[in-house]
């Protein structure tokens, strides 16, 4: 009997009994659909996750250079530079912090000015209240202009400021022309408690007219390992020593990130594993009870010249198929699970190709695993014994 | 220890049909020993019409199967067309049954789901025959016992003396050497049995070798030859017109 025919005859006999197919079938959709949706929102968590570290700075890329007389790197360079290699750096700021006594008229107080490019706000995901961020012209210009935390706003102006006022940083005049938003509580040494003002300004002000430190962002929290790579080939390029910069990012923490929520997923992908064995046994059960029931049939197919193969392919086909329709059903109602979840749970979830085919592939194994024992005791069945059961 | 008869009706080919050689069938029932076939010579050359009688517990059911492939002697030769089938096991036997025997049962043994066509091109599915031949095989069969208007209707759909005229045409399908019938009209009315064997008469008349195994006297006596079993012994071999003034078997 050619393969096609046990096909056939088994599509027939999964059709005969729809209703008990259909509930066989229901390990099987429940056990692949767990699986997929079980990993899908995992992976969903993770993105979340990672997503909320590249809002801290995942992304980020610190690099500390100590310039010497005869080697140094130039701001305008390093701009070049991170505009050449745009595929998966998205933008360069100096940094120079330090801390400055700050006052307005008789009230002062000291906090931690740091000197920035104009990306600044959109690398640090910051953003204002009101006015502007620090420009280029101003940095071009080495205009006097600062923005100011909601800390300093409340410290120096008991909260009452406008752009257009002024302050003065060690002794310097300068204006305000823009207020951060509220990042952290507000409180001394918080995000809050900072001014932000051009770095040619603060390079002046510390006295130094070289950038020592920048803060470089890459387009994803993936890309950073490759930018630090290139990075480091550049600064080496001109600095020609190795301990005259210093390049740190997160990748640490991230791969720390990627490990534990891909242990996690595994071990759901595990819970929900067992299902899809529980499934395997209710499939071998009703292959069990279907050989029993049937035994008259084996015995005339039997009697007429059906073979051993011919009787054992029929039956491990009709587990096969049962699983395998059983999985596929899954795969779709652990797709559009995933969906709705993700949705009600505001992530974007969305089922990896590989726990499809895992899925899938593992329902077949099952089917054909879990039809071998039922199918191969219809095929020893004696046909004269199964002829006479009724 | 020859008690076959050469059949005026049988042609003179030296190798019979059947050939059943001092077969012994042992059943162990717990500590005591079963003689189903206690040593029985038979012979049934192409083209006889042989009803196997006897009582319930008399053999007749073991050496159906035996002669039916569907089981092996303890000991003893059964050769079949010249092919020792006594020896044989499982998928051997299944393709001596595919090829040589056809089937009829007392039950019809059809398969409830699949429809009358289906049913008669099993044999020739198992035997790996492409579909368009046994499609047109089986609507031959059909035709042959009068229900190729039928082929689609599901056993269910016909009455026991239609299902009955179906199993024939599933046995003949095939074109067999054998056909062996277990008590063909046990589950018919006296009508329609008749019928069956008014049919079975005339594929024999065709050339087609017929064993029929029955407990009715009344079924034995269209056979041409009547074999006897008793205590798994042959106790009878004789044409049916001897059979007929029998009165003890």
Known sequence: MKISQAFKLAIRSILGSKMRSFLTMLGMIIGVGS?????????????YIISTFADLGTNMISVNVTNTDTRKVDVDEMYAFVKENSAILEGVTPQVSSRYTVKNGSTSMSTTVTGVGEDYLSIHNLELSSGRFIRYADIKNRYPACVIGTYVAQELFEGKVSIGDTLKINGQVYEIVGIQAEEGDSKENSTDDCIYIPYTNA????????????????????????????????????????????????????????????????????????????????????MLVSVVERTKEIGIRKAIGAKKKDIMSQFVIEAALISCIGGTLGIIFGYLLTRILGNAFGIEAAPSVNSIFMAFGISAAIGIGFGYMPANKAAKLNPIDALRSE | MNTRRTDTMADNREVPLIQLIDIQKIYQMGDTEVRANDGINLSIREGEFVAIVGKSGSGKSTIMNIIGALDTPTAGQYILKEQDVSKMKGDALAEVRNHLIGFIFQQYNLLSKQNLIENVELPLLYAGMGKKQRRSLAMEALRKVGLED???????????????RGAVARALAGNPSLILADEPTGALDSKTSGELLDFLQQLNANGNTIVLITHDRNVAERARRVVGLQDGKIIFDESVEEYRKQVLV
């Open chain 1, 35 to 47: 699986v997929i949706t079980l990993v899908g929102l995992m992976q969903g968590v993770t993105n």
């Open chain 2, 150 to 164: 039928k082929w689609k209707n599901y056993p269910n759909q016909l009455s026991g003396g239609q299902q009955q």
């Open chain 1, 203 to 286: 390079a002046r002000l510390s006295g130094s007219a070289d950038i020592a430190s920048y803060v470089i962002a890459a387009k994803d929290a993936d890309d950073v390992k490759a930018a630090e790579k290139i990075l480091d080939n550049y600064l080496y390029g001109i600095m020609k020593n190795e301990d005259l910069y210093y390049i740190s990012s997160m990748t640490l923490l991230l791969e720390t990130i990627h490990s534990t929520t891909s242990m996690l997923s595994s071990i759901l992908g595990g819970i929900a594993g067992i299902s899809l064995l529980v499934a395997g046994i209710g499939i071998m059960n009703i």
